[in-house]
């Protein structure tokens, strides 16, 4: 059984693959040197920006620096060749090998810390500049003036007498980059990149590990990209810090990738297809100093007339124009499949502590956000958390979910310690939350932003089954190829329950999901957490629709102002004078 | 005649709509107060009616003159001004900057320096820390700043939005004192609260928001004695 | 490298540490009050900076009274460019910014390159060599005449925002433009002005830098990692940190320079900035917003 979406994904991979050899085999059959030269370097910019795309476009996490990888690349390979003599298919490895290790280390703090996409791409940027001054520096790699190949032509030494070798060389490496690539993104990898890049919160919270996905996409650009370098060593025959490490090639390739469509897989191989020969031909038609540059003109302007005007590249903008005039064809739907039998929980006659929340306190700079917060949560219950304005209960939800660890106090889920888990782990051991922005994937199906809290811990098949399973619990099969920006609020916010039940969790922490709902869809939404309840599932909810919450909660936890105020039944609370003034003020609870 | 006028007004964020077609008016001189439980819709009611956010349909008229289309920063112009929730004081600029920023729509320096007298007339406290930066005033310092500020602009018609919220009871006292004062003058104020009981023994009339619409609505005295008001804020 | 040697070289460093300031500082004002980091301000300078050349080429007019001819045609030209470029992205992302504006870089480069050539150029102007000797340093005076004019500026700058009404409604937009805007100020025209005034500051700063230095295509770029450099060291919208940043960067250029082979030098700078940014986010005096 395909996946809906996997069949135009790989009909991406082939056409983009198809392009590839297109371009060679036209440039082959034209016998012309300079047409074959052109198009090995069109073919090298496709390599470098499907490398690029990799990290920059497909999690999004843009890089200003990968000149830097290719640059370790090149001059890897040509220093262990002329001290050793090592042969640069094999300096090619410890190259990439060498760059990957690079980017792991510029990725680690940023990526650990959850640091700004800004500050990576800056520090990327750093990282070239620092090797290429530090490069000009060192004489025994040549400083300023460069290092030359002088090895004799031959497969072994990567260098051929007719241009037509490297040509099909380049082609083949930048097949595979694009082959890797594609294949990476029509399995589980493609889904976590698509939800990292729109939504990093929410990936996190269905139990993707951001970290290890973004080092991985990383480390794969910065090797591809180093490969790439050892080509162009061999090739040219001679590199020097400006020509591998510089800025210029940088953010050539950026702007190649985002020209052709960063995030998409054909992007990077319709950006330099498009713009390359282009710039060839203005430099031709041109010449003299005018020719030599306009290109760059040209190109820069492509650039700013593609983030003015057409977001999402010539591939993005196509699409969009492509699924606009076409309404979305409803696939024709089978019968859902049958609802997941759940045997029948036996009622426990003891109530089981499952999250034991003990003097916990928040401190943001000087405002105290939580105060001495104690309770506990059972298992089968529904409790929720109410309280006015700007009580902490979104603050709570963030401590009890890993986004945010306390100052002060515990917490402990299934006997073990939580406080200070990273969101993706405590996803992971049990404790699934939603977000009050719903619309968590814009760019995908109601279908795959299931699918991608499901295959965090099943493959393919197994996931497949489960997010069947969700979808037809949630009622949102029939629309489980609708965008997540299409859907209605009712929709989303199911959806948003729908992606925390895909990562199966014992207990789910539902952050205002009845806000702006019709009294039916509230009903709705009631009625499917009763249900849930029954199958066993403890849920946590803020609320501020108080007819809700006192129709369908177990037990409430009042908050006011930081601190715990009542606790109990809704009868009972709704009845305490603390509450009442809490909610109503002053003199209401003289009443 | 009235000053404010809100025609069946729906508005609301992205997908979300908040408001579903509101209708309520402010007549010169009055104070009328807007409660509700959390996530009413009574912030994006004033929000809209300063043009923070764009109504969807329905309008807004205020002295007479649709303010549709008006851009947010021109509405202060007209008379109208808007306290937001939270005070937002400018951190990092002193008391009497804020102050004087707040004077924008006045025609000039003069104009400006004359309406700081008054306001400080109305809150000595404030006099007294003119050159603090607004950081390090208390919660209640800086919502008689920001309500100061407010007052700059010679308005016509006042917005608050929870002025009460995150203060002490004794604080609450002294600003409602001076809001008081304020009403003497014959200034027309439209109050959000959180704090029901506070907003209807000062307000002559309310309204009750419900999931964005109006649930109640009536004189103060009236609301005072309903029970539908507690069955809305807890649900019972 | 002796004492006397780090004592000139910090001296001149800190002299032309005063000039990034000014350029530095006209980028940190527009990040401040509109959040956007223009990646193209170096080349914007450019322009200035070609534009100084012209007039002497053309009308013989010495690089400060150029200042007077081209201040106003910058401006315009930042009012245009904003207008066309920065508004429609006011509320997109820093890095769909920074795209943007390195396109814009390399339109600016590419022209530079294609009308000037890559030769570089420079303004021959009376006093160009003249030095002044203390105590063994030697300082030359157009780079001091240079550090006096744009400090000033930034001092008048300093000036302009913390005493005038104008001053508070523009530092008040950048603390919360939402805020400033039901307080009456109208805040896209506050924007218009301050990117228009910012990128006229340059006109300043252009004809400073040419009484004793040199252009070419490529220096647009080189001012443009620069003055990001200084104004995420300084702290993303703090000014005093920006100005501060701006004299150490130009310090520790110097000192590199005269410490390590020139070639190796700019990467000790580059080295500090990477770990400011890890470790010290929110700038030298931690008021900046985090980059």
Known sequence: MTLPGRHARRVETALALALVWVAAGAALLTRNAYWISVATTLLMWVHLCAAWNAVGGMVGQISFGNAAFFGIGAYTSTWLGAQFGLSPWLGMLAGGTLAAGAGWCVGYLPFRWRLSHLVFALLTMTLAFVLQFSVSGIKSLGGTAGLFIN????LGSMRFDEPAGYLIMIALFASLTVLVVGLLFQGRRGYFWRAARDNEDAAAAAGIDLFRIKQEALAFSAFASAAAGTFYAQQIGYIDPHSVLGLDIAIQILLFAVVGGAGTQLGPVVGPLLLVPLGEALRLNLGGSAGATMHQFFYGAALVAVILLWPGGIVGGLRKAFSA?????????????????????????AREALIEIAGIGKRFGGLQALH??????????????????????????????????????????????????????????????????????????????????????????????????????????????????????????????????ATEPTVLLLDESMAGLTARETDEALHLLRGLREEGLTIVLIEHVMRAVMSVCDRLVVLDAGKLIAAGAPATVASDPQVIRAYLGARAERK | MS???????????????????????????????????NGAGKSTLLRTISGLVAARTGGVRFADTPLAGVPAHAIPHRGLVHVPEARHVFALLSVRENLMVGGTPLPSRDARLAALDDVWALFPMLLRKADAPAASLSGGQQQMLAIG????????????????????????????????????????????????????????????????????????????????????YLGL | MTLELALQASVSGLLLGGIYALIALALALVFGVMRVLNFAHGDLLLIAMYGTVLLDKMLGL?????????????????????????RPLLASSVLMQAQLTIGISFMIQSAALMIFGADLMNVRTTFENSTWSVGGIVIGVPLLAAFAV?????????????????????RATAQDPVMAQLCGVAVPRVQKLVFAASIAVLAIAAGSLMTFFHVTPHTGVQFSILSLLIVVLGGLGDLKGTFVGALLIGLAESLAGAAFDSALAPAVIYILFGLALLFRPRGLFGRGSIA
């Open chain 2, 3 to 37: 000053l404010l006028v809100v025609d069946d007004l729906r508005a609301g964020y992205g997908s979300l709509e908040v408001l579903h077609g509101v209708s309520l008016r402010v007549g010169p001189g009055e104070v009328v107060a807007v409660l509700g439980p």
């Open chain 3, 150 to 170: 744009s400090v000033c500026t930034c001092a008048f700058v300093g000036w302009f925002l913390a005493r005038t009404e104008t001053g508070c409604r523009i």
């Open chain 3, 62 to 86: 010495h690089p400060y009274a150029a200042i007077v001819v081209l201040a106003p045609l910058m401006g315009a030209l930042g009012w245009a460019m904003f207008v066309v470029f920065i």
């Open chain 2, 149 to 232: 500020r407010a007052l700059m602009a010679g308005p016509k018609l006042l917005m608050l939005d929870e002025p009460s919220l995150g203060l002490a009871p004794v604080v609450v006292e002294e600003l409602y004192a001076a809001l008081g004062k304020l009403r003497q003058r014959g200034l027309t104020i439209l109050l959000v609260e959180q704090d029901v009981h506070t907003a209807l023994d000062f307000a002559d009339r309310a309204y009750v928001l419900e999931n964005g619409a109006i649930a109640l609505a009536g004189s103060a005295a009236a609301l005072r004695e309903d029970p539908h008001v507690r069955e809305l």
């Open chain 1, 325 to 349: 005039r076409r309404p979305a064809a409803l696939a024709p739907t089978p019968d859902p499949p049958p609802p997941r039998t759940v045997a029948p929980q036996p009622v426990a006659m």
């Open chain 1, 372 to 501: 001495e917060i104690s309770f506990t949560v059972y298992r089968g219950e529904i409790l929720g958390v109410i309280g006015p304005n700007g009580a902490g209960k979104t603050t709570l939800f963030s401590l009890l979910a890993g986004f945010q660890s306390p100052s002060a106090g515990q917490i402990s889920y299934a006997g073990q310690r939580i406080d200070g888990l990273a969101p993706h782990e405590v996803c992971r051991r049990g404790i699934a939350r939603t977000f009050q922005i719903t619309q968590a994937f814009p760019t995908l199906t109601v279908f795959d932003t299931v699918l991608t809290a499901a295959l965090v811990r099943h493959d393919v098949a197994a996931a497949q089954g489960i997010a069947d399973a969700v979808l037809a619990r949630t009622g949102l099969w029939p629309r489980r190829s609708a965008l997540c920006a299409d859907i209605t609020l009712a929709e989303q916010r199911r959806l948003e329950i729908a992606r925390a039940l």
């Open chain 1, 151 to 154: 090895a004799p032509t031959s």
